[in-house]
Every structure is written in structure tokens, then in C-alpha cells.
């Protein structure tokens, strides 16, 4: 049975829906065991034998974190060489994919990147041109490495959970590094990450610098809050909403666009979306050619309104 | 600390000839490659080259001994991109360009551009984009920052250099969803930045003109040393197997708020089953 390592990197009080999703997708490839790079209590232990697992390889040095991904790179690397894995799968994050970039080079194994679909044969779906096209490709060496993006497979426990042990792992830092010498945490919103949202309420240029009723709604719908290049630039909203070519692509079961006139850029980031609405005062928006459901009007009556509507009718 | 203790930089921008994301984009041919016709000089590879401009304008500027190289890897076309580059304010410009090339994936665009910067270099500093748009994978930073043992910067959204007795230091600003970093290395290293980090500005009429006169070396793989089997199609460790264009979504309902939008929308969304 080939073995699956699955790269966990959040290391958070509980494991992330995205991480739940990875285990899953893992145990239907194989036999599953996991490299964690961070701290985890025993809570999310719990987590990940909640799936069956029996192993989880720990760095013996904690400044594997300390340095960038080359760190992570490395430790990941020889857990694929002590487990013999064939496939590792890894979230879909930016860090995630340079450590899977940096892993590809150690093991002379093909990375895939966006992966939203894997076959039995390790087929991989992926969406190219921001959507526009849909591709299948395949590692073409014995190791395969596969990030994989949030909302792709449904999360499933397994059926015997597992107390997994721990197993420590010695890891050669790379000399030539670069180092991690300040962090600070932003505030958390209570919000969904916009990767994982299934809702997401997004705004633009038309909001004039008031995200409030979009908040609302957003809250509502349990959705995350999302913006438009001109939002993020223009200083509305922090960098981290920004969705298009230039920011993040999100696929939700529902992205309500709200004063955005749907640039191409824009529409780029969240064309595979499975239901768009479209809210703008101008009718001729481009983002109406694309949304299931439009509203040519004021986002600032439609939207506190459809909010009340959603908490009178006590959904 | 004294600038000439720390010496003249020499800084390789990664820039690429990609399809103009504002037209229609295809994958096409046997082979299921990019069709290039309607390229630009990425808009993300922009945003590293003005900061190449601006770190030379922090610490002297040209006259201090900085030297700006864009560097790009691509069929005869992709040129088109150094050219931009040297009009914007790069020193010179290289182009690998081989049939060989065609179809390379991450892995082996990694090796190629890897060779290219041994041989060209030695760099200080190597500047690239956040991604490309067009393969949108943003692994060639991290992989060639892996095979040329560089410390590796990713998604800058600041960066400054700090000249010391020993060369010189970078220190970065980092944003992620969750938490801001700040981060330190020593050159050499290689660092990708975001499009936050600057404003990058356009060729102005005196950089045309200076471009004229600018030097682009153009190389093939065997100028660096690089097999043909190990690039392209042959070399790459991922294969494209099939590509369709998406359908496109067809246009839905449009209406016009007549007082009751906000609740024919929640109509629309639980006729869905979205709430």
C-alpha cells in the first residue's frame, strides 16, 4: 500500500477544515502518515487520529519554523525518505507550495499546484488561466507531490480512530537561510478564511470605503468578506481580501459580488465560483455577463436589506 | 556603515513574455502548451524590476557600481520582455532561448534559468515576481533558490538592503493571512515580491532611447551547459495530459431594484439552497 505523507503546517488549538480535507483525500490513496512542522497540544493530536492516523514526524529542532521554508523543505524531505512515501500531499498556501516547490527539487520529484481534483491513477484537475481553462495533468516520477486547494474533497473521518505517536525527526538546517525575526499577529475576525468560505461577500470601487453592510451580510451567511483590487488598493480593506489575477483565486458555492464591475482581473479570480449574484448601479458592468443572479441597484439598500431578510426569516 | 565596504550590486530581475490576461488566453498544439500571441512582459516581473530601480536609487544609483540584469528564458518572442525591462531602467539583458525549452515545467525552467544564473552571474541579488500569469504555479522562485543554495525571500512586501562590514544584509516585510513577518538574510539571496511592495514606473522617452544601446546576450542551453533532455517536455517532471477551455457561464437573471432587491435575492439564494 503506498504511503501518503501529509504535510500539516497550522498547528492551530484544532486541525483546519483544509487540513481535515488533506487527511481524507490521503486515506483514500493510501495508508496516511503525517509531518507536522509546528507546536500541536493534544487536542490536535486528537484531531489528526480522528483519521486514522498512526505516525506523526516531528522536527527534533524547533528552528525548522525559524527560517523560512527551506527549513520545512528539509524536514519534510527526510520524512519522505524514513517513510518511503510515495505521494505527499500539502495545503494550497503560498508557503505551502514553496516548500513543495523546494521538496520537488530535493526528492527529483514533479510538483502540482491547485489541485482541485485527483483520480485513482493520481490524474490531477486543475484550473489554468485563472479559471478559464481546466487541466489534467500527472507527475511523471516515482514520488508525486500534490497541493492540493481548500473546498476540493469532502472531509470524512475514518472509521478506528488512532492516538498516533509521535516520531522525531533530525533535520539538517540549510546554512544559507533566510530568518523569521519579527511575527505579529493580526486581529482575529471570527470570520472563515476566504480560501475555505463557502459564502463570500465581496466589494469594490462601489462601496466608497464602507465594508460595513457587506459585513453584515457576510455575517448572516457565515461568509467570509472579500474586495477588488481597487478596494484593497484605495485602503478600504487590508491586502488579504484582495481577490483576482493579482490576489487570491477563490471557488465558493457563493460569491456575492457587490460594486465591482467585474474587471477582467477581477472576474479571473472567481469565475469557478458555483453561483455568482452581482449587485451594481450599472447595468452595463461586465460582471453581470457572468452572474447567475444580478441586481442593477444601490448596494447600500439591497444589501442591509437581504440581511434582514435572512435574520427574519430566521435562516 | 560605508557603502563602498559592502561593494557594487549586482541584481538579476527574472522577467517573462506572458499572454496579456486582458485578451482570451489558450492552450494549444500537441503538445498542450501556452499559445503566446498577445504577450506582454508580466505585470508581476514589473513590480520586481522597480524594486531593482529603487534599491540602486536607495544606495547611490548606477554611478555607485550597481548593474541591473533582466533575465528572461523563451522563444524569440519573449525577448520582448528584456527589451521593456531595459527601456524601464535595467543595465542589460539576457535571453536563453532554445527549441529545447519548449514545454518545461517548473522543475526544468528551474534547472534552465539555475545555469543561466551561474553562468551569467555571480548575483547579489535575484529579483522575480510573486508568480507568473500565466503558469500561476510560483514554484520557480522557491525551486531555484533551492538548486543554487540562495536564502530565499518570498512575497516581499517591503524590502530595504543594509551595507556592513561583510556584505550585504536584506530585511523584508512579509504579510500573511494570519500574521506579518519581518525577515532577514545575507546576500546572495533571492527574494519574490509582491504587488504591494511598489508603484512601477513606466518607460519614459530618454529609457527608450537609452535602450537602443543597452546589450542583450542571447544564449542557448549548450552556452550554459545544460543537456537538452534535461529541459522541456523530456526534462519536466509534471505532463499536461489534457486541456479544455471551461464553458463559459452563461448570463442568469438581471434585475433592477425596484424597493424589493434585498428580498428577491434571499428568495434567489434559498431557491439555490444557499442559506
Known amino acids: ?315 | 556603515m560605508d557603502e563602498a565596504t559592502a561593494g557594487g550590486l549586482r541584481i538579476a530581475v527574472l522577467v517573462k513574455h506572458v499572454p496579456d490576461a486582458q485578451f482570451d488566453r489558450h492552450i494549444g498544439g500537441d503538445d498542450l502548451t501556452t499559445v503566446r500571441t498577445e504577450s506582454i512582459l508580466s505585470e508581476l516581473d514589473e513590480y520586481a524590476l522597480e524594486a531593482a530601480l529603487q534599491l540602486v536609487e536607495a544606495h547611490g544609483g548606477p554611478s555607485a557600481g550597481h548593474r541591473i540584469t533582466a533575465i528572461t528564458m523563451g522563444p524569440a518572442a519573449a525577448v520582448a520582455a528584456v527589451k521593456k525591462s531595459l527601456q524601464i531602467g535595467a543595465d542589460d539583458g539576457v535571453h536563453l532561448t532554445d527549441e529545447a525549452l519548449n514545454g518545461s515545467d517548473a522543475s526544468a525552467t528551474s534547472k534552465a534559468l539555475a545555469a543561466l544564473l551561474r553562468h551569467t552571474g555571480p548575483f547579489d541579488l535575484v529579483l522575480t515576481g510573486m508568480a507568473s500569469t500565466d503558469g500561476e504555479t510560483s514554484l520557480v522562485p522557491a525551486q531555484l533558490a533551492e538548486r543554487l543554495e540562495l536564502p530565499q525571500v518570498t512575497f516581499a512586501a517591503s524590502l530595504e538592503l543594509v551595507p556592513g562590514d561583510s556584505g550585504w544584509t536584506l530585511s523584508a516585510r512579509r504579510d500573511n493571512d494570519t500574521y506579518a513577518e519581518t525577515i532577514e538574510a545575507s546576500l546572495p539571496a533571492l527574494v519574490s515580491v509582491t504587488d504591494q511592495i511598489n508603484e512601477p514606473r513606466y518607460p519614459n522617452f530618454k529609457g527608450i532611447m537609452a535602450a537602443k544601446k543597452k546589450q542583450i546576450e542571447v544564449l542557448s542551453l549548450a552556452d550554459i551547459g545544460v543537456q537538452q533532455d534535461e529541459v522541456g517536455l523530456a526534462g519536466s517532471w509534471t505532463r499536461v495530459e489534457a486541456a479544455a477551455p471551461r464553458p463559459p457561464r452563461s448570463q442568469g437573471i438581471v434585475i433592477t431594484d425596484e424597493g424589493d432587491a434585498g428580498v428577491r435575492l434571499v428568495d434567489f439564494l434559498a431557491g439555490q439552497k444557499l442559506l
Open chain 1, 1 to 315: 500500500m503506498t504511503t501518503v505523507l501529509v504535510f500539516l503546517d497550522h498547528a492551530g488549538a484544532s486541525l483546519a477544515k483544509s487540513e481535515r480535507e488533506l487527511l481524507s483525500l490521503g486515506a483514500s490513496l493510501g495508508e496516511v502518515t503525517v509531518a507536522l512542522a509546528g507546536d500541536a497540544d493534544q487536542a490536535y493530536l486528537d484531531g489528526v487520529g480522528a483519521y486514522g492516523v498512526q505516525e506523526v514526524h516531528r522536527p527534533e529542532d524547533a528552528a525548522v519554523s525559524e527560517v523560512l521554508v527551506a527549513g520545512k523543505a528539509a524536514f519534510l524531505a527526510e520524512t519522505v525518505r524514513r517513510t518511503g512515501a510515495g505521494i505527499v500531499l500539502l495545503g494550497n498556501s503560498y508557503e505551502a507550495k514553496e516548500i513543495a516547490a523546494r521538496l520537488g527539487v530535493r526528492l527529483e520529484a514533479g510538483v502540482i499546484t491547485d489541485v482541485v481534483g485527483l483520480a485513482d491513477d493520481l490524474t490531477a484537475t486543475k484550473s489554468d488561466f485563472a479559471g478559464s481553462y481546466s487541466v489534467a495533468c500527472r507527475v511523471t516520477t516515482d514520488i508525486a507531490i500534490l497541493t492540493v486547494k481548500p473546498n476540493s474533497v469532502e472531509a470524512v473521518e475514518a472509521g478506528l480512530p488512532s492516538s498516533p505517536r509521535e516520531v522525531p525527526v533530525p533535520v539538517d538546517l540549510p546554512a544559507a537561510a533566510a530568518r523569521v525575526t519579527g511575527r505579529v499577529d493580526k486581529p482575529v475576525s471570527g470570520r472563515p478564511e476566504l480560501a475555505e468560505a463557502r459564502v463570500i461577500v465581496a466589494g469594490g470601487r462601489g462601496v466608497n470605503g464602507d465594508f460595513g453592510p457587506l459585513e453584515d451580510l457576510a455575517d448572516a451567511l457565515g461568509g467570509a468578506v472579500g474586495a477588488s483590487r481597487a478596494a484593497t488598493d484605495a485602503g478600504w480593506i487590508e491586502h488579504s481580501a484582495q481577490i483576482g489575477q493579482t490576489g487570491k483565486t477563490v471557488s465558493p458555492q457563493l460569491y456575492i459580488s457587490a460594486g465591482i464591475s467585474g474587471a477582467i482581473q477581477q472576474k479571473a479570480g472567481m469565475q469557478t465560483s458555483k453561483v455568482i449574484v452581482a449587485i451594481n448601479k450599472d447595468a452595463d458592468s461586465p460582471v453581470f455577463e457572468i452572474a447567475d443572479f444580478g441586481i442593477v441597484g444601490d448596494l447600500f439598500t439591497v444589501l442591509p436589506q437581504a440581511t434582514e431578510e435572512i435574520r427574519k426569516r430566521g435562516l
